[in-house]
């Protein structure tokens, strides 16, 4: 079980939740795609990725869900919403937050289009150093 306090500065998770695959999404700390190369990046390496957010970062984590899918690099395989309690900033009283967790999975032409994301990438600093 997670026990969140203070804002989300201590975060303690018990070592049969954490998982290698798993990203905290916060909607304030990264911008947006950092969050959609860095889930690119854990589905080369474990062929899907499990992004979670709490409360207000809920949106971003749909985001970054939605722009894997609609170009093409991620399927949806789970989504779960829990809500998890919280000690409050202000008043010390348990406050109950919003939690969503999203599962997802590579594409059968993700590899190809990493590949071909990569190969434009270099063609385009070869341009650069040309110039």
Do not use: C, W
């Amino acid at each position: 079980m997670e026990e969140i306090t203070e804002g989300m500065t201590n975060v303690n998770i018990s070592s049969d939740s954490y998982r290698k695959n798993r990203i905290q999404v916060s909607n304030t700390k990264k911008p947006l795609f950092f969050y959609v190369n860095l889930a690119k990046r854990y589905m080369q390496q474990h062929n899907e990725v499990e992004l979670s957010a709490l409360g207000m970062a809920i949106a971003t984590v749909v985001t970054v869900a939605e722009i894997l899918k609609n170009n093409g690099f991620a399927v949806e395989k789970k989504i779960m919403t829990s809500t998890v309690e919280m000690n409050g900033e202000s008043r010390g009283r348990p406050v109950q937050k919003a939690k969503i967790e999203i599962v997802l999975g590579k594409t059968e032409k993700f590899d190809e289009l990493m590949a071909a994301a990569q190969e434009e990438r270099e063609l385009g600093y070869a341009a650069e150093e040309q110039s």
